[in-house]
């Protein structure tokens, strides 16, 4: 049996909200890093609908304003009944996960693991 590895820092919080299903075609804070903290994230995106819908992630450093270059996934075409996962993806304190939607049917989940810097 091997032991555990060590992570190069100590673990503070995990924030695992609830599913959060932003407007249509509406870009949407889902998330962000608190001052003082990184974080490591993972999301999930789930298609509710019995078709096809479109969606896109985005990572704005220190909540800046919307430009394509922080764009992790574009249009994204996601099957009737199925879920993307995305992650391990670091983030410093103030960067924001932006979600975006075709349609109001798509879940977003942002699953949080906080520490100091």
Known sequence: MHAPAQLPYTVETTRAPAGFNPGAAVLTDAYTVPANKRAIVAISVANRAAAGRVYRLALAPAGA????????????TLAAGAT?????????????????????????????VEHAP
């Open 65 to 76: 304003a919307d430009a394509l270059t922080q764009y992790i996934a574009y249009d994204i």
């Open 84 to 112: 993307d996962v995305w992650d391990e993806i670091p983030l410093a304190a103030g960067d924001v996960v932006r979600v975006y939607a075709t349609t109001g049917d798509v879940t977003f989940n942002v699953v949080a």
